[in-house]
C-alpha cells in the first residue's frame, strides 16, 4: 500500500472521527446520541472518539512502518463495530430517527464506517507485515 494512500486514508478517519462526532452532537449537546447508548456514547465515550481521532492524525504523519499501530487501530475499530451491530439489534433506529434525525443518522452509518476504516487499518497491517521494511 502506497504511502499517499496510507496518509489520506489515516486524515480522512481522523477528520471522520472528529468532525462526526462535532456535528451528530452538535458539539456535545445533542442527548439523544448519549440516551441511546449511555455506556459508549456519553460525552466522554464522544471525547474518546475524538482523541482517536487525533491519533489518526498523528499517524498520518508518521513515514516508517506503522503496522502495530495499524493494528491497534483495526482493533479498535472492530470493538465499536461488534457494539454497533449489538445495538442495532436491541434497539429501534426508527425510534432514534423520530426523537432526533440527528442521532439516528449517527446511529446508522458510525457501524458502516468502523468496520470501513477496520478493514483498512487491517490493510496496512497486513501489507506492512509483508514488506520488508521494520
Known amino acids: 500500500m502506497n504511502r499517499a494512500l ?7 478517519a481522523g477528520l471522520m472521527s472528529i468532525g462526526g462526532v462535532l456535528v451528530f452532537s452538535r458539539a456535545f449537546t445533542n442527548t439523544a446520541i448519549n440516551e441511546a ?5 456519553s ?10 481521532g487525533l ?8 513515514t516508517s512502518n506503522i503496522r502495530w499501530l495499524a493494528a491497534a ?3 479498535e475499530k472492530l470493538v465499536y463495530v461488534v457494539v454497533w451491530i449489538r445495538w ?9 430517527y423520530a426523537e432526533d434525525p440527528f442521532a439516528g443518522v449517527f446511529f446508522s452509518i458510525y ?3 468502523d468496520l470501513v476504516f477496520m478493514l483498512f487499518f487491517g490493510a496496512i497491517f497486513i501489507t506492512q507485515s509483508r514488506s520488508k521494511q521494520n
Open 55 to 62: 491519533a489518526y492524525l498523528g499517524a498520518a504523519a508518521v
Open 37 to 41: 447508548d449511555p455506556v459508549v456514547m
Open 43 to 52: 460525552n466522554f465515550g464522544l471525547l474518546m472518539i475524538m482523541v482517536w
Open 111 to 113: 457501524g458502516a464506517n
Open 6 to 12: 496510507i496518509r489520506n486514508g489515516l486524515v480522512a
Open 73 to 75: 487501530f483495526a482493533l
Open 88 to 96: 442495532l439489534s436491541d434497539n429501534s433506529l426508527a425510534k432514534l
